[in-house]
């Protein structure tokens, strides 16, 4: 790509912008009247070629990008958002983005999955996380990436959506296919092996992208890029007397002098922020930063609506996607893996041993495992078989536990990236391409071809193991404070293993 070309208005941004001194009207008007002329004579008088600048590297002279023209408006109501971190976490963002659309009535676009960590937000309870339209920006940037790579792979095509389109309880369109029409532009020339994107094409995806991600600002009955984040904003949705009240977690005041930050976190509800009667309700698009939200010292760091007692549809969907299962063709591999290969009862052990916080917590999260051997040893077990799913590759077993567990009597399973079982999961999944088949609603028709090559098989690798811990029926031991673990848990909970 030919980065040069991609240069960000920053006199455009809204965010600066805010803070500017006040300057007097008439040096303004001065100002914008020579501008005016400046341009005209350059425009008129001097050809392209004895600019000193190239002209691409002027800003984009857009008072009303063509996507915002009323003539060319896309039809409906759409809901974006930057997805980040693992997958996990993406998955939360996600169930959170199904949430807000619905109380907006808005239609999902969904993202693809992103790579482990390509995009991070920062930390909400440090009040250090990126901006929202940088946040954005960084997740066009690599959903582009993953294209151009040929490795895009949906969220949809992962996470079974059927039973929220089926009854139309949620409306989707895949990002592909809004990319497409709201850019104008074929997404399929795009992934290629030189990696090469011609010039103008990248230019106008580049130009389209910081437009949806807000670098220009937002645009009337077109594009609300929303700016609140965690920092500023708690979202709430029918709670009495709740909306613009302050959060109960706020910076400390060691924190607002050390790091010279304002901020003051205010209770917002929802619907009355940017539902109807609201600016942004108007708006084709409306773009959130980061839906991700946790459980902070009494609070919810972003988002706290978990229940609507007031409103019975919102309620049935927040009890509804609470669990949202893996796409049949991942769920029947795990159970094809426990049924076939393990054969009989097994437990599940998944041990987080290498990643950041877990480095150092290995004899606890051993120690779970241990006792849970001796009480299935204590009830007669003859031969236990452990399914072991961890991030420690077996070439580094020996001298801990696990290597002196892989020498007892009993009998370890596992799954590697290279098995088949995973590379044919993964075609699988890749040529049912649920993930395009999602957008029904709209007219939308890109007419995208569905890609042939999985982003990594180390995901494929994950889900399927969730699956098959999700079929242990002798029991799970999990890693405190894993997020895979809790998604096992959930998996449990919801009995995907039978039937
Ligand atoms: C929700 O949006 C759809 C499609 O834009 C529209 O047909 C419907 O009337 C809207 N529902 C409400 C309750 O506003
Ligand atoms: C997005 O990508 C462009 C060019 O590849 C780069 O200049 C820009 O800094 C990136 N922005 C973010 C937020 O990652
Ligand atoms: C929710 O319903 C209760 C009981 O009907 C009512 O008192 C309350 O004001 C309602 N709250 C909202 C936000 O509508
Ligand atoms: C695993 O073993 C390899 C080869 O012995 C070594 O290079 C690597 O550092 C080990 N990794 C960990 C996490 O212990």
Request: charged share 20%.
């Amino acid at each position: 790509m030919e980065t040069s070309t991609l240069i960000r208005p920053n006199n455009n941004n809204n965010i600066k912008s805010k803070n500017k001194k006040q300057t007097s009207p008439l040096l303004t008007f001065l100002f914008l009247f020579t501008l005016i002329l400046l341009f005209f004579y350059f425009k008129y008088f001097i050809s392209p070629s004895l600019l000193p600048i190239s002209p691409k590297k002027s800003l984009p002279i857009l008072p009303l990008p063509i996507q915002c023209n009323p003539i060319n408006r896309l039809q409906g109501k759409f809901l974006w958002y930057a997805p980040h971190s693992g997958f996990s976490n993406q998955l939360g963002e996600f169930k959170n983005a199904i949430l807000m659309a619905k109380i907006l009535n808005r239609t999902v676009i969904v993202p693809p999955v992103l790579d482990h960590h390509a995009v991070v937000l920062g930390s909400c309870p440090k009040f250090r996380v990126m901006e929202a339209s940088e946040l954005r920006l960084s997740v066009w940037n690599h959903s582009i990436q993953l294209l151009r790579d040929c490795r895009y792979v949906s969220m949809a095509d992962i996470v079974d959506l059927s039973p929220l389109v089926s009854d139309s309880t949620v409306r989707f369109v895949d990002f592909r296919a809004f990319v497409s029409t709201w850019c104008g532009i074929n997404l399929d020339v795009i992934c290629s092996k030189d990696q090469n994107i011609p010039s103008p094409l990248s230019e106008s995806l580049w130009q389209c992208g910081s437009l949806l991600s807000g670098y220009y600002g937002s645009f009337s009955g077109c594009l609300s890029a929303l700016e609140e984040d965690c920092r500023t904003t708690v979202w709430t949705y029918q709670k009495d007397g709740e909306d613009g009240a302050l959060d109960s977690f706020q910076p400390d005041d060691q924190l607002k002098k050390k790091k010279k930050i304002s901020f003051i976190r205010r209770r917002k509800d929802v619907y009355k922020t940017l539902g109807p009667g609201s600016a942004a309700e108007s708006a084709t698009v409306l773009a959130f930063g980061s839906l991700f939200t946790a459980p902070y010292k009494g609070s919810e760091s972003h988002i706290d609506i978990h229940e609507a007692p007031n409103d019975s549809i919102i309620q049935t969907l927040i009890e509804k996607i609470e669990f949202l299962p893996f796409v049949p063709e991942i769920i029947n591999a795990g159970k094809k893996f426990a049924l076939q290969t393990i054969k009989g009862p097994f437990l599940c052990a998944q041990l987080r041993l290498l990643d950041g916080q877990f480095k150092n917590h290995h004899k606890a999260t051993f120690l779970s495992l241990k006792q849970k051997i001796e009480s299935l040893k204590q009830t007669g077990q003859k031969q236990i078989h452990i399914f072991v799913m961890t991030d420690l590759p077996m070439a580094n077993w020996t001298g801990n536990y696990l290597g002196s567990l892989a020498e007892s009597d009993v009998k370890l399973f596992v799954i590697r990236e290279d098995d088949d079982l995973v590379q044919e999961t993964a075609k699988d999944v890749m040529v049912a391409g649920h993930g395009l088949e999602v957008g029904s609603v709209s007219q939308i028709s890109a007419g995208i071809k569905k890609r042939r090559h999985p982003q990594s098989l180390t995901d494929f690798l994950l889900y399927i193991e969730e699956v098959v811990c999700s079929c242990a029926s002798l029991g799970f031991v999990g890693t405190a404070g894993s997020t895979i673990a809790e998604s096992i848990e959930l998996m449990r909970k919801h009995d995907i293993c039978s039937g």
